[in-house]
C-alpha cells in the first residue's frame, strides 16, 4: 500500500522557515518523481517544488530562491525547506508521487497524495 505521510508545518511569522517532510512507504521511492504541492483556501491546487528520480527540479516561480526540495533515498524521505516565508505561502501542503509543474499541473485525488500537513505564515 502506498503511503505518503507529511510533518513539519505549523505556524510561523513572515520572514520565518520551516522544512516540511514526507516519509513515503510501499514503493520503490528511489526511482519515481515526488512534488510538493499546496492548496490555499478557495483556490486549487498548485505545484510548489518537483524533484525527479536523478535529482533535476522545478520551482514555482514564487517560491524560487526560498524553497528547496530535497530528497533522502535511504530514507525513503522527501524534503521541502521553506525560507523567508510570506503569508501568501499559507497553504495546505501536499506530499505527491510524480513530477508536476506548471506545464503538468496536479489533479486533486488524482494519483498519490499525502494527506497534507498546514503552513500558515502571520503575525
Known amino acids: 500500500e502506498v503511503q505518503l505521510v507529511e510533518s513539519g508545518g505549523g505556524m510561523v511569522q513572515p520572514g520565518g522557515s520551516l522544512r516540511l517532510s514526507c516519509a513515503a512507504s510501499?514503493?520503490?521511492?528511489?526511482?519515481?518523481?515526488m512534488s510538493w504541492v499546496r492548496q490555499a483556501p478557495g483556490k486549487g491546487p498548485e505545484s510548489v517544488s518537483a524533484?525527479?528520480?536523478?535529482?533535476?527540479?522545478y520551482y514555482a516561480d514564487s517560491v524560487k530562491g526560498r524553497f528547496t526540495i530535497s530528497r533522502d533515498n535511504a530514507k525513503n524521505t522527501l524534503y521541502l525547506q521553506m525560507n523567508s516565508l510570506k503569508p501568501e505561502d499559507t497553504a495546505l501542503y501536499y506530499c505527491?508521487?510524480?513530477?508536476?509543474?506548471?506545464?503538468?499541473?496536479?489533479?486533486?485525488?488524482?494519483?498519490?497524495w499525502g494527506q497534507g500537513t498546514q503552513v500558515t505564515v502571520s503575525s
Open positions: 505527491v508521487r510524480g513530477y508536476y509543474s506548471n506545464l503538468n499541473r496536479p489533479i486533486m485525488g488524482r494519483g498519490y
Open positions: 524533484i525527479n528520480f536523478g535529482g533535476r527540479t
Open positions: 510501499g514503493f520503490t521511492f528511489s526511482i519515481l518523481d
